[in-house]
Antibody, heavy 119, light 110 residues
């Protein structure tokens, strides 16, 4: 059974870097042709795709977040991570990690973690 | 800027049938957009229902079905149950590695 679990600070100060990790169990993040994504949901809003990393390390980001977001893969720990630089209150959201066989949809989801940006 | 459109809300009676749609602010949705659907109940992980238009994800009952209706992707729930009350999101592949969620449809079953 594939499980994804997000972890990281629940509170980040404005202008700092948000850092989250997704630990995958029951499946290798280095499995060929798999994609690992980050998605967020602002309070009272819908889902927003942030970006993904391919098993080979190639990354794609939502254009409006491309200059601020970095997704990386750690195959030794079977994890992938998100860093979002220069955060503001507008980055307060529940962040989900997800994964799957395609860049076009998601097969597996984490439970989500709330990150609040506040001084 | 292209927006993926969904009905903000929908209501269905238990045992009834409802069709939720997923369109584009400009243009038509086809299978080339690889539409997928997700059920999201607050406080829980989203659940994948459907991908590549009409392929049910593992464990999803066959009362959920996907299709292209006219110029939109559609998710039909036949024999709605109270447990189906949730928010449903569609996702479209826009090309170049970029995907876009719709705003979600809040489904009420009563």
């Amino acid at each position: 059974q594939v499980q994804l679990q997000e972890s990281g600070p629940g509170l980040v100060k404005p202008s700092q870097t948000l850092s989250l990790t997704c630990t995958v169990s029951g499946f290798s993040v280095y499995t060929a042709n798999y994609y690992w994504s980050w998605i967020r949901q602002h309070p009272g809003r819908g889902l927003e795709w942030i970006g993904y990393i391919y098993y080979s390390g190639i990354t794609y980001y939502k254009p409006s977040l491309q200059s601020l977001a970095t997704i990386s893969l750690d195959t030794s720990k079977n994890q992938f991570s998100l860093k979002l630089a220069s955060v503001t209150a507008a980055d307060t959201a529940v962040y989900y990690c997800a994964g799957g066989r395609s860049s076009s949809w998601f097969d597996y989801w984490g439970q989500g973690t709330l990150v609040t940006v506040s001084s | 800027q292209t927006v993926v459109t969904q009905e903000p809300s929908f209501s269905v009676s238990p045992g009834g049938t409802v069709t939720l749609t997923c369109g584009l602010s400009s243009g038509s949705v086809s299978s080339n957009y690889y539409p997928s659907w997700y059920q999201h109940t607050p406080g829980q992980a989203p659940r994948t229902l459907m991908y590549t238009t009409d392929t049910r994800s593992s464990g999803v009952p066959d009362r959920f079905s996907g299709s292209i209706l006219g110029n939109k992707a559609a998710l039909t729930i036949t024999g709605a149950q109270v447990d189906d009350e949730s928010v449903y999101y569609c996702l479209l592949y826009m090309g170049g590695g970029f995907v876009l969620f719709g705003g979600g449809t809040k489904l009420t079953v009563l």
